[in-house]
């Protein structure tokens, strides 16, 4: 262990090299419920820096397990089996914006606003907006093919992506995919984007910009329950419109959200939907009016238009910082991302509230309706009883309750520590054969993020995520 701290530090800096059981509490946890402490975590300041990590951990036999912002809602970043935490926040430069392209070359601990900022000055932007924007990396964003609200319209991560230059396990770089246009053969890149850091470190992403559209328009349509809000959802695809986005909110967020963020949802209200649209001045006049129609017809009780900049910032602010109101309910939540065909989602809902009762713990919904993309958030105290190993079982109950219903385990947040063994419920010993003859393809290994989205056995992982304390001492805490 000496050694292999002795070798990050020559090749990092010793500043860059965390070791001591305090500084590596900070990094045994991401966004979801899981906990593994690493065994030592390295910053590099460039990929060479990267390459040597990588090379380095492979020549001590310990894995390397690459982090963003630590914001992953199914424990992706998660050291599992120990060894190297490899954070990437400091290649955090865009590099290149490519004006006339439309495309720019960023590092990947980019946060994912910073690049539409960059790209503003000319009229551009980088679609997919993760909820969790202001904070998650490109890198990340790439690990997982997220989405986002705005995804509805734009598609993901993968849609947005041309190319990447990535780290192999033995330390060579490798560019996958175009700069700037998309190239024939074999589409590597698409492999890679959504491989959950289990294949290689990306170290460059060159991604799409598109232009800031002329108008936008966000609605907030007030409903008095759920059942009509889905219905609208329904309805306004139904009906030939394409909004840009189209989220929704049930009465229990919609408690937690107002009083702390005042963005003027009504605290009574069953259920509300922001649905945006944007382009043309005159198309979006012409659709806001449409979804306004739809909304009333399936039992709006009102429907607010926003197309001051300032009002609809304040719309979104509560979408978007909804899961931290949350914690003015319980201390934790735990947030799955099952998906239903958009058609399904009332009985999805319906059944999500019997999941609530029987495991006694509350539920609340704050989703991407337009792709029946659920986030049911169940809330629970991890220091009550057995409230984690219930918030969990409810947690399995919802999902196989998604794929019942036609849809899948995942919709954005990948599949990490969370999901692994429900993977059996989409796909067969084949189709997870036809995967796992990835790893020996990129010559992975071992080397990167072991542990994740491939069946282990529960109880294997379990058995590694000793709370820190235990392995620590009461001298963990600063
Ligand atoms: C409040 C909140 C809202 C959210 N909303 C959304 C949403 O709307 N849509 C959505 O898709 N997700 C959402 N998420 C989940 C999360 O933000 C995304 O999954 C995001 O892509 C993770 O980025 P990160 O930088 O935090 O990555 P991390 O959590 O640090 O890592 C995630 C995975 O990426 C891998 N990884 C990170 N960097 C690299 C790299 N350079 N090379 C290789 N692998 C790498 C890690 O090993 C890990 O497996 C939300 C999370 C929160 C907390």
Redesign the pocket.
Known sequence: MDALVRELQRAVGSRYVLSRPQELLVYEY??AVERALPSVVAVPGSAEQAAQVVGIARRHGVPV??????????G??IPVYGGVLM??TRLNRVLEIDVAERTAIVE??VV?IDISKAAEPYGLRYAP?????K???I???????????H?LAYG?TTNHVMGME?VLADGSPAWVGGRSHELPGYDLRGVLIGS???L????KVAVRLQPVPEAVTTMLAIFQDEDDASAAVSAIVGAGIVPAAIEMMDRLTIQAVEPAIHAGYPPDAGAVLLVEVEGLRESVAEESEEVQQVCYRHGATEVRVADDPTLRERLWAGR?TA??ALGRLAPNYY?LDGVVPRTRILEALRRIREISGEYALPIANVF?AGDGNLHPCILFDERIGDQLRRSKEAGAAVLRTCVDLGGALS????V?LEKQEYMDLCFSDADLDAMARLNPAFGAGDT??PG?VFPTGASCVELLQHPAIARLGADAFV
């Open positions: 991401d966004g397990v690459p982090r963003g912002a630590g914001t992953g809602l199914s992706g970043a954070p990437m990947p601990g994912n907006d993760p909820s969790s924007q904070a998650c990396t890198g990340g964003n790439v690990a997982e093919n997220a989405g986002g609200p995804c993901v990535i959950e850091g289990t290689a470190v990306t170290t978007k899961l931290g947030l991407h919709g954005e947040h990948g990490g990167f993020n994740k």
